[in-house]
Structures are given as C-alpha cells and as structure tokens.
C-alpha cells in the first residue's frame, strides 16, 4: 500500500498550516482497486450506495454531467453546455472551465436556489490539476446539508462514461471545487476505501497517490468557520493558534467630544473626557466574532509568545483637554490611536473526522487598540449650517448623544 506524508490537497493547504499527518486507509491489508468496466449505452453505474440503470454518455466531448440521484451521465463538447445542462438551462453563459473554478459571480449563480426544483451542483471536478482539462460537473438531489453525514457520493468513478468511447472518469480527475455548501472527498479506491484526502471545498491531489488515481467520491457539507472552533470550546477538537502576520497602524479619527459655540465670541474651556476602544475579531469571512474562553487563551499565548507583549480586549484612555471655538462654530474633538492587526490561522484536529475532514485551518484577523502612554488628539471646527444652528442654539434643549456634547450660552439667530 502506498503511504504519503500529506492527505490534504495541495492546494487546499493555507500558508503557514502544518502538513497534514496521513489518514489510515480503510479495511487494511494490501491495497486493491476495482479495475475499471468499459462501458456502453444503457450500462449499470454504481452512483450513491448501489447500483442505478443509467444511460451512459450521449453525446461525444469530454466536459461530463452525472447526476447522483438519477445515475445519468451526458458528456458535451464544451464546458458552457455542460453547465447548461447541469442547471437545466439556468446558466447557460458560464466562463471557460477554468476561469469558472475562481469565479465569485459564477459561484454565485451556481450557488442560487432555482425557481423549481432542489437539484444542485455539489462540485466541478477537473482532470488537470490546474483546474484544465476535461470536466465532470456532479449533480445531487440538493445541497449538501448540515447533517454531519455524506450528502451524496458517487461510489465507482470506473463506471462513469467520460465519453461515448468506452472510456471512464477512474483516475482521470485531479482537482474540485465545490459549490451549494459542498466539499469534496477523494478515495484511491472504489467504494471509498483506500488512501484517502480530507473533504476540502477547493483542492488538489497534489503529489499524493490520489494524482491520476482517484476512483470514488463523497460531498460533505462544508461547514462555517465558527462552528468549526466550537470544537475547540466543547472539547471536540485539539486546537492551536498560528500568528502569521502582526501590523501597527495609526486608526482613523475617533471623535470623543462635540461643542456648539452658540455666542458671538470665542469660548474657551478644558474638556475632561474618556474612551474605551474594543478588539475585534473576523473570522474567515465573518465579521464581529467573539472567541470563546478556551480559543481567546491560545490566541492571547501565541500573541505573546510570538511577539512578546499580552493582548487587549479593551483599552481606556481620558486626559483633559483645553479647546477653543469661534463664534457660531462647532468644534470636534478627536483622538488617533495605534492598532495593532494580527492574522494567522487556527489549526483545528477534530478528535473524529467532522464533515469529511480531520484538518481545519480557519484563518483569524484580529484587532486591538494599543495602550500607550498618551493618545495623539485631534481638533477641527467648522461654522454650524442653519439647521445646526436652529437645532442647538434654539430656545430649547439641543439633543444629546453619546459622546460628550455642550452647547454654549444661546440662544443666536441668524
């Protein structure tokens, strides 16, 4: 049986994740494969868990769509009318092949629900591994589901037409995007035994033995990156944090203090005042999320491990502050604090493999104020418009906000 240090497509691997360790192959002993059937119009395919009565491939050309709840398999000359095909003539513009594994606005469109129906892609499969070549575009009964379980698989890659020669997918494909909440999972043999990659919703066989060998497949659901991490808090995972990248910056303006000058000459006074500034924390493409007890530790640890300063979820500052305003006028008050942006990813180990996949890599950019000794303030003033004017310097109480906002002595008409 072969052996490879790295199950993890190559190309699904983020910079900075550490290698992978081998899955174990299933059912032991010396690796055997199913050797491939030739096949002819009206063969039997072995889609999902048994065999269906399928057509095989109708039309000559190597861009492919079998559908794993019917068993059909039609082969087009071209990519565009494959996908036409495979969205029941929903798309039927698409990119060239591969243009289309990177495009958002093609995912996009592939990714939405159709008007009848539940039938959607779960992958693109791509007989080159630069996402060229020859394609086999898989169709399901529906998008993969949160369930934890297999949504839908094709079992025997050797019983599926590449095209109307007699010819077959068996270790023809060598790299997947998934689409409708999908990710793929490739075994060295049929029936999903064998070597096998993590589930990955883009990837590559790399230099595993999954190159040109690939001969079964499942789609998982692709889970989000925070129900990932929650592995993490319950105890479901072994977890890690990895910093990459640690940049300072100055933040943009943050006004603390307004003050309306509603009389005819300068007005002077000194402005006591504080402001606490928050982390923040994106996760993936998810803006706004708080790290749990457990994750909040690791990355605190890392941070200061690697840099040698601890972390802040919250930084205060306040002084007093002597402004002027001209006359008429509304002076603002602001204050330009250093940040300091940390990116990396998280290397989660699902103590049992969690939607298909043993490895997670969720990427983290993470926020914080620096606390210094004095924050840099800024002051500018303007002249108020009329409805400033009206509005603060009336004959009654102006309206107050959450910053610290005065109104000098009124009332002024204009």
């Not at 109708?58 to 990519?79: W, Y």
């Not at 594994?101 to 591994?129: M, W």
């Not at 883009?202 to 998982?220: A, C, I, K, M």
């Not at 004017?389 to 005065?406: A, E, F, H, I, K």
């Amino acid at each position: 049986m072969s052996t490879a240090h790295s199950t993890t497509p190559a190309a699904e691997v983020p910079d900075g994740a550490p290698a992978a360790a081998p899955h174990a192959p299933s059912g032991g002993g010396a690796r055997t494969r199913r050797a491939a059937v030739p096949l002819l119009l009206g063969a039997f395919l072995a889609i999902g868990t048994g065999p269906v009565t399928a057509q095989a491939a109708t039309t000559s050309g190597n861009h492919c769509v079998l559908g794993t709840d019917t068993g059909r398999t039609e082969c087009f000359g071209t990519f565009r009318e494959a996908i036409s095909s495979a969205t029941e003539g929903r798309v039927t513009d698409a990119p060239d092949a591969t243009t289309a594994a990177s495009s958002a606005q093609f995912a996009e469109r592939l990714n939405q629900k159709p008007t009848s129906g539940t039938r959607a892609v779960v992958t693109i499969a791509y007989s080159g591994q630069k996402f060229d070549g020859d394609t086999l575009t898989v169709v399901a009964a529906g998008p993969c589901t949160a369930n934890n379980g297999v949504s839908s698989q094709v079992a025997n890659l050797g019983r599926v037409p590449y095209n109307s020669g007699g010819a077959s997918w068996n270790d023809r494909i060598n790299a997947y995007v998934g689409f409708n909440h999908c990710q793929t999972k490739g075994f060295l043999d049929v029936d999903f035994r064998g070597y096998q990659a993590d589930a990955v919703p883009v990837g590559d066989t790399g230099t595993t033995p999954l190159h040109d060998g690939l001969s079964s497949l499942q789609f998982f659901y692709r889970p989000a990156d925070t129900d990932v991490l929650a592995l993490c808090e319950n105890g479901g995972a072994d977890c890690s944090f990895n910093p990459l990248k640690s940049t300072v910056a100055t933040a943009p303006p943050t006004l603390v203090e307004l003050a309306w000058n509603c009389t005819a000459q300068v007005q002077s006074t000194t402005v006591n005042w504080t402001k606490t500034f928050t982390s923040s924390n994106t996760v993936g493409a998810e803006v706004g999320v708080t790290l749990g007890f457990a994750l909040g530790q690791k990355f605190e640890a890392s941070v200061k491990a690697t840099y040698q300063h601890s972390w802040s979820e919250s930084t205060t500052f306040g002084q007093s502050t002597p402004i002027s305003v001209p006359p008429r006028n509304v002076g603002m008050l602001s204050v330009t604090p250093q940040t300091e942006t940390v990116t990396g990813l998280f290397n989660v180990l699902p103590k049992s493999q969690y939607y298909g996949s043993a490895h997670y890599y969720p990427s983290l950019t993470a926020t914080q104020t620096v606390k210094t000794e004095a924050v840099p303030v800024v002051w500018n003033e303007r002249p108020m418009t009329v409805d400033e004017t009206n509005l603060y310097c009336g004959t009654g109480p102006g309206p107050r906000t959450s910053l610290g906002t005065r109104t000098f002595a009124g009332p002024v008409r204009s």
